[in-house]
Antibody, heavy 123, light 107 residues
Framework: QITLRESGPTLVKPTQTLTLTCTFS??????????VAWIRQTPGKALEWLGLIYWEDDEGIRPYLQRRRTITKDISKNQVVLTVTNVDPADTGTYYCARTAHYLDSSGILDFWGQGTLVTVSS | DIQMTQSPSSLSTSLGDRVTITCRAS??????VAWYQQKPGKPPKRLIY???NLQSGVPSRFSGSGSGTEFTLTISSLQPEDFATYYCLQHNLYPWTFGQGTKVELK
């Protein structure tokens, strides 16, 4: 059974660093072709893919314009960590982690999701 | 970035209706599209992958089609549990991008 769970602070002040942890079970991130992605959903309900990390990566794939983010993994703990520096209110939203497995038939793309964690950025 | 233009943004329907939701990609993306259903307070649930493949356990009234730049999700006969918001996702190029969502409501 594959499960993922996000954890971290619910309230962060502007300019601070946000650190969220995704703890998963039922698969291993040191096995091809596994990966874990982060997705954010704003209060207006739009979904935004933030990045992902694959079994072979030292750091996650980052969208080109968002240099404030890093994604790392801890294989021994079955965890993936999203770090966002210098947050502002636009970073408010529900953060999800999701498994993605790079199978040739695309059957593993964002197939299992965590329940999400709501983060508010406010002073 | 690849833009996924989803339409309509909302629709009012009745039980038993046939529903069609469309996503248009700003450039060709082969069949690298998935469809998700989301209910309030829950994470998205995948319905379709690779544009037309039904996720295991998803009712057969859901179907997907398309390739290149135009994709559709069809619900053949709307059931009470289908009232939700639906999103498309392209995973052809980074950054992966979602459509804006379609809220399916009871008329």
């Amino acid at each position: 059974q594959i499960t993922l769970r996000e954890s971290g602070p619910t309230l962060v002040k502007p300019t601070q660093t946000l650190t969220l942890t995704c703890t998963f079970s039922g698969f291993s991130l040191n096995t091809s072709p596994m990966g874990v992605a982060w997705i954010r959903q704003t209060p207006g309900k739009a979904l935004e893919w933030l990045g992902l990390i694959y079994w072979e990566d030292d750091e996650g794939i980052r969208p080109y314009l968002q240099r404030r983010r890093t994604i790392t993994k801890d294989i021994s703990k079955n965890q993936v960590v999203l770090t966002v520096t210098n947050v502002d209110p636009a970073d408010t939203g529900t953060y999800y982690c999701a498994r993605t497995a790079h199978y040739l038939d695309s059957s593993g793309i964002l197939d299992f999701w965590g329940q999400g964690t709501l983060v508010t950025v406010s002073s | 970035d690849i833009q996924m233009t989803q339409s309509p943004s909302s629709l009012s329907t009745s039980l038993g209706d046939r529903v069609t939701i469309t996503c248009r990609a700003s450039q060709g993306i082969r069949n690298d599209v998935a469809w998700y259903q989301q209910k309030p307070g829950k994470p998205p649930k995948r319905l379709i992958y690779a544009a037309s493949n039904l996720q295991s356990g998803v009712p057969s009234r859901f179907s997907g089609s398309g390739s290149g730049t135009e994709f559709t999700l069809t619900i053949s006969s709307l059931q009470p549990e289908d009232f939700a918001t639906y999103y498309c996702l392209q995973h052809n190029l980074y950054p992966w991008t979602f459509g804006q969502g379609t809220k399916v409501e009871l008329k």
